[in-house]
T-cell receptor
């Protein structure tokens, strides 16, 4: 089954404790992306990647890191989480961008205390 | 960068009525405009999209129109049903920029 898998689905952590949210897709998609969703603000892009070893900042990259060492995986890293990073996070992938459907993962709800 | 504004933020209609959600974008170079539907507690899913070389696209009860001159595009849902209740997001992107900018979302509630 074609899918985008995020883990964990729920995470409660404390300020400053490094964490990683994993994202994996099995569709051989080149394009992968991370979004955060906050009430009234919609989906805001954090980082995206056009292919292995090619990443770029989205609209809200501060406080986040990503890596794309393999085509299927695109982890999101919070080196020192802060309460303002409490949010719902979505990973997405597509063959390209402008001409292809983005498939979203199920989401990760993160709370930083 | 691109800025996408979406209105209204909430919309309540009676079952069977039509619903219209409007978005404007700022970058005239944007050429791809998808619409996503997000049901409560679920992930966003693409419902329809339109490219800048087309003025209108229909898929059963859903249609999207694009006015490139005015830089706005709209989602039209006819004969609404309770299962249409969800949050709808518009988005815009352009070949080359490689990023997708979303609107802030519209919560549509269809009253039975």
């Amino acid at each position: 089954e074609a899918q985008v898998t995020q883990n964990p689905r729920y995470l409660i952590t404390v300020t400053g404790k490094k964490l990683t949210v994993t994202c994996s897709q099995n569709m051989n998609h080149e394009y992968m992306s991370w979004y955060r969703q906050d009430p009234g603000l919609g989906l805001r892009q954090i980082y995206y990647s056009m292919n292995v070893e090619v990443t770029d900042k989205g609209d809200v990259p501060e406080g986040y890191k990503v890596s794309r060492k393999e085509k299927r995986n695109f982890p999101l890293i919070l080196e020192s989480p802060s309460p303002n990073q409490t949010s719902l996070y979505f990973c997405a992938s597509s063959l390209g961008l402008a001409k292809n459907i983005q498939y979203f993962g199920a989401g990760t709800r993160l709370s930083v205390l | 960068g691109e800025n996408v504004e979406q209105h209204p933020s909430t919309l309540s209609v009676q079952e069977g009525d039509s619903a219209v959600i409007k978005c404007t974008y700022s970058d005239s170079a944007s050429n791809y405009f998808p619409w996503y539907k997000q049901e409560l507690g679920k992930r966003p899913q693409l419902i329809i999209d339109i490219r800048s070389n087309v003025g209108e696209k229909k898929d059963q009860r859903i249609a999207v129109t694009l006015n490139k001159t005015a830089k706005h595009f709209s989602l039209h849902i006819t004969e609404t049903q309770p299962e249409d209740s969800a949050v709808y997001f518009c988005a815009a992107s352009q070949t080359g920029r490689r990023a997708l900018t979303f609107g802030s979302g519209t919560r549509l509630q269809v009253q039975p």
